[in-house]
C-alpha cells in the first residue's frame, strides 16, 4: 500500500496534466493558412469530465469542413480553424461574440438568425438550407448549412452544431457542364439537319436525273440508286429519334417499306409490303447493312417477281434470339428461275452477299411455292455444358 | 411567218398555266433543295415560285393573290422561321394550303395549322406530289 502522500502527488500531476491539455488547446491567433490555429471561449472547469469536453472541442476545432458551436443565445462557443480561415473571420475577434457580429455582420441574415433561434428551442433542424453570404467588395459565396442541437451529458445546457459547406465553385461547375450538355445537344441537332439536307440535295439530284434521262435502263439504275439513299436515310431518322445510338428494327423497317413502297410501286392495290419485326434493337451500324439487304431484296421482288400487272404481297421478317437473328423477304409472285450460265451477278447480288458478310451471316434461298423466300441467317454456336456424372 | 408562230406558242402556254395549273410557293434556303423541289412542282404539273425565307415570301404573298399552296422548310434564316411562318399564313391568307418539311425536327400535328402536312427531309419526292395533288384536287 502506497504512502498518503503519493497519492495526493498523482493528483497534483493529474490536475496539472489537465490544466496543461487545457490550457495548450487556447487559441495562438495564426492568419497563415495551413497552421493548425484554434479559437475557444467559454472557461473550462477543471474536473475529469473536462477531458471529454475538451476532446469534443478539439475536434470542433480541428476540423476541415468549417463548424462553430453556439450556445442557447447564439454566442460562438467554438469555431473551427478552417472557418475562420474560409470566411475571413479573425480568431482573435471570435470569443464573445454572437454569430450574427462576425466579420462585418454579413452572418446577420434575419432568416438564419431565426433558423438558428428555432433550433435552439428545439422546434426545428436547419438541413440543407441555402444561404448566399455577402460581404462587401467580395463575390457573393453560395453556402449550404446545417445545425442541429448537441444533445449531451444531462445539460441543460443549449449547444448548437451549425455545419457551412461552400458550395460556390460545385454550383458553378454545374452550371458549366449544363451548359456544355445544352450545347452538346443543340450541336448534334445542327449535325442532323446538314445530314438529313445533304441526303435531301442528292436524293433530288438522283430523282431529277431519273426524269431527264431517255434510257429505261438507266432510268432504273438511278431510281435503285435512290431506293438505296432512302434506305440510309430513314437509319439517320431513327438515329435522330433515339438519341441514343441504337435503332429500333420495328420502326425503321416500317418506315424503309413505306417510302420503298412510295417510290417503287405504281398501284397500291395491286402490291403490298408487309412488315414483321420483333421488339429487336441493334446499333446503327448494322441497322444501315440491315437496312440495305432489305432495301435490295425488296426492290429485286418489284421488278421481277410480280410480271405483267400480276398482284402480290412482299413479307419482311426480322426476328432474333439472343445473339442470333434472321432476316427473311419472301414473295407470292411468280418464283426465281434457275440460275443462268455464264451471267455475271447483278450489282444487287455483290451488295447483299458483301453485306451478309460483313454481318457474319449466311444466305439461303428457297422456294416459296408460289413464289421465293430469302433468308439471311447469323447464328453462333452455342457451347452446351458437359453433364458431370457423379 | 415566225413571228405568227411563236406569239401563237406564247398564247398556248400561257393559256394552259391559267387553266390547269395552280400556283405553289416553294421556300427553302439552300439554293440546290430549292431549286430541285421547284422542279418537282412542276414536274408535277403545277407552277412554282421560289422564295429564300420567310420575309420573302410573305412579300411575295403580299403581291399576288394566286397562291395555293405553301411548301416550307423550318430552318432557315432571317426573322422567323418556317413554323412561324406558316401560322402567319394561316391567320392572314386562310385559304392556303401549307406544307412544312424539316432536317432536324419531327413536328406534331399540334405544332402546326389544322390541315397542314409535315414530312421528314429527306422526304420523297412522290409522297409530297401526291399529297400537293390531294390538297389542290387536280
Known amino acids: 500500500m502506497e504512502p498518503f502522500w503519493l497519492w495526493r502527488v498523482m493528483l497534483v500531476v493529474h490536475d496539472a496534466l489537465v490544466l496543461l491539455v487545457d490550457f495548450s488547446l487556447i487559441a495562438f491567433a495564426s492568419n497563415k493558412p495551413g497552421k493548425v490555429s484554434l479559437s475557444m471561449v467559454a472557461p473550462i472547469n477543471f474536473h475529469p469530465e473536462a477531458a471529454g469536453l475538451s476532446l469534443m472541442l478539439a475536434v470542433i476545432t480541428s476540423s476541415d469542413a468549417p463548424l462553430v458551436l453556439l450556445d442557447g443565445q447564439l454566442a460562438v462557443i467554438a469555431a473551427s480553424a478552417s472557418f475562420c480561415h474560409a470566411f475571413q473571420i479573425d480568431p482573435a475577434s471570435v470569443p464573445g461574440k454572437r454569430l450574427s457580429e462576425l466579420g462585418n455582420g454579413e452572418w446577420d441574415v434575419p432568416q438564419l438568425n431565426s433558423l438558428l433561434e428555432a433550433t435552439a428551442s428545439g422546434a426545428a433542424e436547419v438541413q440543407g438550407y441555402e444561404f448566399s453570404l455577402n460581404r462587401n467588395g467580395l463575390a457573393p459565396r453560395c453556402l449550404v448549412l446545417n445545425a442541429h442541437k448537441v444533445k449531451y451529458d444531462d445539460r441543460e445546457q443549449t449547444r448548437l452544431l451549425l455545419a457551412v459547406a461552400d458550395v460556390t465553385e460545385a454550383r458553378a461547375n454545374d452550371k458549366i457542364r449544363d451548359d456544355l450538355l445544352r450545347d452538346k445537344a443543340i450541336l448534334l441537332k445542327e449535325v442532323q439537319h446538314r445530314v438529313a439536307n445533304s441526303l435531301q440535295i442528292i436524293a433530288s439530284i438522283l430523282m431529277q436525273s431519273a426524269r431527264r434521262v431517255n434510257s429505261e435502263e438507266t432510268r432504273g439504275h438511278l431510281n435503285d440508286a435512290h431506293g438505296r439513299l432512302m434506305s440510309i436515310a430513314a437509319v439517320q431518322q431513327q438515329l435522330a429519334a433515339s438519341g441514343l445510338g441504337k435503332v429500333e428494327l420495328r420502326s425503321y423497317f416500317t418506315q424503309l417499306c413505306k417510302s420503298l413502297g412510295a417510290s417503287m410501286i405504281p398501284d397500291h392495290r395491286l402490291l403490298t409490303i408487309e412488315v414483321s419485326v420483333d421488339a429487336s434493337v441493334t446499333d446503327g451500324n448494322t441497322s444501315t447493312s440491315l437496312g440495305l439487304i432489305v432495301t435490295e431484296l425488296v426492290i429485286n421482288a418489284l421488278k421481277h417477281a410480280f410480271p405483267e400487272n400480276r398482284s402480290g404481297k412482299i413479307v419482311v421478317d426480322y426476328r432474333s434470339h439472343g445473339p442470333n437473328w434472321t432476316l427473311s423477304i419472301s414473295d407470292n409472285g411468280v418464283g426465281m428461275p434457275a440460275p443462268s450460265e455464264g451471267v455475271k451477278p447483278g450489282l444487287g447480288t455483290n451488295i447483299i452477299e458483301a453485306l451478309a458478310k460483313s454481318l457474319d451471316s449466311e444466305i439461303k434461298v428457297a422456294s416459296a411455292n408460289p413464289g421465293t423466300a430469302i433468308s439471311v441467317i447469323h447464328a453462333q454456336l452455342a457451347v452446351v455444358p458437359v453433364a458431370r456424372i457423379v | ?138
Open chain 2, 1 to 138: 411567218m415566225e413571228t405568227n408562230q411563236r406569239s401563237t406558242f406564247k398564247l398556248l402556254f400561257a393559256g394552259n398555266r391559267m387553266m390547269n395549273s395552280a400556283v405553289i410557293l416553294v421556300v427553302e434556303d439552300h439554293p440546290l433543295i430549292r431549286l430541285s423541289a421547284m422542279e418537282l412542282v412542276e414536274a408535277a404539273g403545277f407552277h412554282a415560285i421560289g422564295a429564300e425565307n420567310a420575309d420573302a415570301a410573305i412579300a411575295i404573298l403580299e403581291a399576288r393573290a394566286d397562291i395555293r399552296l405553301v411548301f416550307t422548310d423550318v430552318e432557315m434564316p432571317g426573322s422567323i422561321d418556317g413554323l412561324k411562318l406558316v401560322h402567319y399564313i394561316r391567320d392572314r391568307w386562310p385559304p392556303v394550303h401549307l406544307i412544312v418539311v424539316s432536317g432536324r425536327d419531327k413536328l406534331h400535328e399540334n405544332q402546326l395549322p389544322a390541315g397542314s402536312k409535315f414530312f421528314s427531309k429527306p422526304y420523297n419526292d412522290n409522297t409530297i406530289v401526291a399529297e400537293m395533288t390531294r390538297l389542290l384536287g387536280t
